[in-house]
């Protein structure tokens, strides 16, 4: 399928719309159709929505779900959180007929019905095994010569007895990724490899000083094995990352992988969206 | 003494929190815990054995519940296929439930309430969308009164609205 139901979530359009601006134009440069997800709702998040109630979680979720389904659409996110919770939600309503009987109630009131036959993607994932490196490598016109720390967030590949993606601490996709257009991932033969960002599961919004803990650690390790820059695949990591690194002595340009296939496809700098990142973006 | 409320372990087990029962206290997930290293709270071991055992008040602790990240490395060691971070939020939905929740997820909650997203819109991001030929809103149901007025309607019928006001 190279047609996607394009799920946006909240901190890439409303934080970082470069990141949703520069997936657009990868996706079309790639060959692969976006069909925005007209009235979508949060997707919503794991770590907090899911945290105060699962019920009202599952059924948001599934009136996501519902949505990309009428159109008959798999969808395609841009973040490891919407992935994380849209999967989880698509997974547990297949699973269980009980639970998704429960939902079919909720989403009779608003005319919608699931039947538990949307698959989520996440556009890392798409990149890797649907496009796949050898025509993301005819793709570049301007190879990112950077020393790159690829970073990959927890819910991308975790858990990974669910994503069956890529072993989670060992990984390789998004390393190949990013060296496909020209990078060199700099952690791929590292010993030390990042931990979360700190920012999932409400840590961020009630104890910020722990999560910037998180992020230190990382910083460091990235520091360590020259970096010039990170990539991510989450805006909630990128988030971290970005406003995490104010007075922190570091200042690492922090760019979610759709911006740097952006720059290396040749997109304009000012589609990018860099004007809207804390931590300066030099390229 | 600690108070066995054998009635919890039920209640956990509704809110999809079984698998508490699994744990034969390894202490793995304590060892590769992120959090656990950077918070004097936090040991999901421990929170794993209150649960089991019924020690509501131990589980229900505030402080080191809300310490997760949910970053899933417990679940990926657990030798005993514990699922620790559903056991975690089986944990804080019983709490939420009893109305207790920070004022900084409250926050979040209403946000989802009054917008549909976890956060709001503002003046530079809509300049940026702008320029980058977005519009100004995203097509979701922040652009789109029916579409909002629908996912109000879940939100009420799952008494979320009522929940986190």
Same mark, same amino acid.
């Given at each position: 399928m190279t047609k996607y139901a394009f799920f946006l979530g909240c901190i890439a359009p409303l934080r970082y719309p470069g990141i949703e601006k $520069?997936?657009?134009? /990868?996706? @079309?440069?790639?060959? /692969?159709?976006? /069909?925005?997800?007209?009235? =979508?709702? &949060? &997707?919503?998040?794991?770590? /907090?929505? @899911? $945290?105060? $109630? @699962? =019920?009202?979680?599952? %059924? %948001? %979720? %599934?009136?996501n779900l519902a949505l990309a389904e009428k159109e008959g659409l798999d969808i395609v996110t841009i973040c490891n959180g919407c992935y994380g919770s849209l999967f989880d939600a698509a997974h547990e309503l297949h699973e269980n007929k009980e639970m998704l009987e429960d939902v079919n109630k909720v989403l009779a009131e608003i005319g919608l019905e699931y039947s538990g036959g949307t698959k989520v993607r996440h556009f890392a994932e798409i990149l890797y095994n649907e496009v796949g490196i050898e025509k993301i490598k005819g793709a570049v016109k301007k190879p990112a010569e950077y020393n790159v720390a690829a970073f990959y967030g927890c819910h991308f590949l975790k858990p990974s007895k669910l994503k069956q993606l890529d072993d989670p601490e060992n990984p390789k996709i998004i390393d190949e990724l990013i060296e496909a257009v020209g990078a060199k991932s700099v952690l791929r033969k590292q010993k030390a490899k990042p931990i979360c960002c700190g920012a999932g599961g409400g840590l961020r919004s009630q104890f910020g000083d722990a999560a910037l803990k998180f992020t230190k650690t990382n910083l460091e390790i990235m520091k360590n094995a020259n970096a010039e820059m990170i990539v991510d695949v989450c805006p909630f990591c990128h988030l971290q990352f970005d406003s995490?690194? @104010?007075?922190s002595g570091y200042a690492f340009p922090v760019l979610h992988l759709s911006q740097l296939y952006g720059i290396a496809m040749g997109m304009d700098v000012k589609n990018l969206g860099i004007n809207a990142h804390i931590t300066p973006v030099k390229i | 003494m600690k108070k066995i409320e054998s009635e919890f372990i039920e209640e956990l087990a509704a809110n999809g929190g079984s698998s508490a029962? *699994?744990?034969?206290?390894?202490?793995?997930?304590? *060892?590769?815990?992120?959090s656990a290293k950077f918070t004097a709270a936090w040991r999901p071991a421990h929170l794993m054995r209150a649960a089991q055992l019924g020690l509501k008040d131990m589980a229900l602790q505030a402080d080191a519940l809300w310490q997760c990240t949910t970053c899933y490395t417990c679940v990926e060691w657990c030798p005993c296929n514990v699922q620790v971070v559903d056991v975690i939020t089986a944990l804080r939905n019983i709490v939420v439930a009893n109305g207790e929740l920070y004022e900084n997820h409250r926050k979040v909650a209403q946000n989802l309430v009054e917008l549909g997203h976890t956060i709001?819109?503002?003046?530079? +991001?809509?300049? +940026?969308?702008?320029? *980058?030929?977005l519009p100004e809103n995203p097509q979701t149901v922040m652009d789109d009164a029916a579409a909002k007025a629908d996912f109000d309607k879940v939100l009420n019928r799952t008494e979320f609205t009522k929940l986190v006001k």
């Amino acid at each position: 399928m190279t047609k996607y139901a394009f799920f946006l979530g909240c901190i890439a359009p409303l934080r970082y719309p470069g990141i949703e601006k $520069s997936t657009r134009e /990868v996706f @079309k440069t790639l060959g /692969v159709e976006l /069909v925005d997800m007209q009235g =979508a709702n &949060c &997707c919503p998040a794991p770590g /907090v929505i @899911k $945290s105060f $109630s @699962k =019920a009202t979680w599952l %059924a %948001a %979720a %599934a009136r996501n779900l519902a949505l990309a389904e009428k159109e008959g659409l798999d969808i395609v996110t841009i973040c490891n959180g919407c992935y994380g919770s849209l999967f989880d939600a698509a997974h547990e309503l297949h699973e269980n007929k009980e639970m998704l009987e429960d939902v079919n109630k909720v989403l009779a009131e608003i005319g919608l019905e699931y039947s538990g036959g949307t698959k989520v993607r996440h556009f890392a994932e798409i990149l890797y095994n649907e496009v796949g490196i050898e025509k993301i490598k005819g793709a570049v016109k301007k190879p990112a010569e950077y020393n790159v720390a690829a970073f990959y967030g927890c819910h991308f590949l975790k858990p990974s007895k669910l994503k069956q993606l890529d072993d989670p601490e060992n990984p390789k996709i998004i390393d190949e990724l990013i060296e496909a257009v020209g990078a060199k991932s700099v952690l791929r033969k590292q010993k030390a490899k990042p931990i979360c960002c700190g920012a999932g599961g409400g840590l961020r919004s009630q104890f910020g000083d722990a999560a910037l803990k998180f992020t230190k650690t990382n910083l460091e390790i990235m520091k360590n094995a020259n970096a010039e820059m990170i990539v991510d695949v989450c805006p909630f990591c990128h988030l971290q990352f970005d406003s995490g690194q @104010k007075d922190s002595g570091y200042a690492f340009p922090v760019l979610h992988l759709s911006q740097l296939y952006g720059i290396a496809m040749g997109m304009d700098v000012k589609n990018l969206g860099i004007n809207a990142h804390i931590t300066p973006v030099k390229i | 003494m600690k108070k066995i409320e054998s009635e919890f372990i039920e209640e956990l087990a509704a809110n999809g929190g079984s698998s508490a029962t *699994l744990c034969f206290q390894c202490g793995t997930c304590t *060892l590769k815990c992120p959090s656990a290293k950077f918070t004097a709270a936090w040991r999901p071991a421990h929170l794993m054995r209150a649960a089991q055992l019924g020690l509501k008040d131990m589980a229900l602790q505030a402080d080191a519940l809300w310490q997760c990240t949910t970053c899933y490395t417990c679940v990926e060691w657990c030798p005993c296929n514990v699922q620790v971070v559903d056991v975690i939020t089986a944990l804080r939905n019983i709490v939420v439930a009893n109305g207790e929740l920070y004022e900084n997820h409250r926050k979040v909650a209403q946000n989802l309430v009054e917008l549909g997203h976890t956060i709001d819109n503002n003046d530079k +991001i809509k300049s +940026i969308r702008k320029e *980058l030929g977005l519009p100004e809103n995203p097509q979701t149901v922040m652009d789109d009164a029916a579409a909002k007025a629908d996912f109000d309607k879940v939100l009420n019928r799952t008494e979320f609205t009522k929940l986190v006001k």
